[in-house]
């Protein structure tokens, strides 16, 4: 059964209605000014909601012509199911995808101020580290008993994976994928208590120190700042 449609009266400016026309000329079809405006607003809902994917015309022959290169080579596992994706486009069913490939399609995107402290984080407790493993047994025991903390406060704790979870996912991603900060590889890195407010008051001491560190560590006294 048709869908019951309703009419109703929309004022636009000319500005946007020959927007309208233009986005129109640029279909294959061409369609009526109307159609073109309920076209547009059947982009910007499915665009704006969470509960289904839009794949583009060239996006979806793609994905059709590597459905039928998976079935022709035979090919099985992996990560992918062209084949599974191909049903979605025929078949409609948009909001299959993210209930099916959810590592795939999700809507998280790491804030770039949010990478750029985790870098600085890790930057800063390499150093740390660093320095401590230079010094001499006497500087570290002066160390631990002027910042009046352990040794174990001077390794790196990392990130808390309950209320810190993307910070914990960009540090373990740079770390493991792409190879930076090696000092830290192989650690579970989950600190399992916030840290974000001590880290910030760490850096406000940090960035002076780290512009005039250019071939050389940290001092005692440095450290000793940082820690406390």
Known sequence: MAPRMERFEMRIDDESLARIDAWSREQADRPVRAEAVRRLIDLGLSAGSERSVRFSDGEKMLILMMSDLFKRLNLRGGDTDPEFLAKVIFNGHYWAPKWEMQGVFHDHVDDPEEVRYVADVLDMWTLIERAYESFTEEERKALLDEAGVRAESVQFPGFDGNNETSQLGI??????????????????????????????????????????????????????????
């Open 171 to 228: 540090a373990r991603f740079l770390i493991e994928e792409m190879g930076r900060f090696q000092t830290f590889k192989g650690r579970g890195l989950n600190s399992h208590h916030t840290t974000e407010g001590r880290y910030c008051r760490m850096l406000e001491r940090f960035a002076p120190m780290r512009q005039s560190m250019i071939g050389a560590n940290l001092t005692v006294r440095q450290v000793i700042e940082l820690l406390s």
